[in-house]
């Protein structure tokens, strides 16, 4: 069964720093998201995203936030100046039709701020 | 506006016994409703989904919900608890709509003893 691949599960970095999160989506689809959990909280929606532009965004997606579809397969979070508050579990999910009935998440990158 | 709320951080049942995970939700319009289950580690797998169709929904693992309208709930069950459902599980509500965001519940941590 296809899969949304998400690299590095694990990623740790220094405060200020830039990092991005890595996501292969399921390669026919053609609705991308990022939702993220910080620890002990519930998962929150940050992005979506749809023919190469962003679809809507929650009012955690800030200046420091971006994302991309580089190349047609890979779909990148970039946070361009870590804060500690961004520690959490980041998900990329996927879905071939507009709506949320098939989304698939990737099993997640943590990513812990220093 | 969305908004789901989960009764019971915590719920803790014996090997066997039925489980009852309770979900409210708010939609202004026709919800989309679904349950994940999060093991440890591990991303966000999708246990069953409303959509508009039948009001039992069963999903997988022996798991079934009922959308009720007139109480706005779609509240988890299982008859009989296995050792292997000891997981975080999150009820989430979408409008169904082109692009929607799922918004997620707290979660609730089900415990199974033996």
């Known amino acids: 069964e296809p899969e949304v691949t998400q690299t590095p599960s694990h990623q740790v970095t220094q405060m200020g720093q830039e990092v991005i999160l890595r996501c292969v989506p399921i390669s026919n689809h053609l609705y991308f998201y990022w939702y993220r959990q910080i620890l002990g909280q519930k998962v929150e929606f940050l992005v979506s995203f749809y023919n190469n532009e962003i679809s809507e965004k929650s009012e955690i997606f800030d200046d420091q936030f971006s994302v991309e579809r580089p190349d047609g397969s890979n779909f990148t979070l970039k946070i361009r100046s870590t804060k500690l508050e961004d520690s959490a579990m980041y998900f990329c999910?996927?879905?071939?039709?507009?709506?949320?009935?098939?989304?698939?998440f990737g099993s997640g990158t943590q990513l812990s701020v220093l | 506006a969305q908004s789901v709320t989960q009764l019971g951080s915590h719920v803790s049942v014996s090997e066997g016994a039925l489980v009852l995970l309770r979900c409210n939700y708010s939609s202004s319009v026709p919800p989309y409703l679904f349950w994940y289950v999060q093991y440890p580690n591990q991303g966000l797998q999708l246990l069953l989904k409303y959509t508009s169709a039948a009001t039992l929904v069963k999903g997988i693992n022996g798991f079934e919900a009922e959308f009720k309208k007139s109480e706005t709930s779609f509240h988890l069950t299982k008859p009989s608890a296995h050792m292997s459902d000891a997981a975080e599980y999150f009820c989430a509500v979408s409008s169904g709509t082109s692009g929607s965001r799922l918004t997620f519940g707290e979660g609730t941590q089900l415990t199974v003893n033996p």
């Open positions: 999910a996927s879905s071939v039709v507009s709506t949320n009935e098939k989304l698939l």
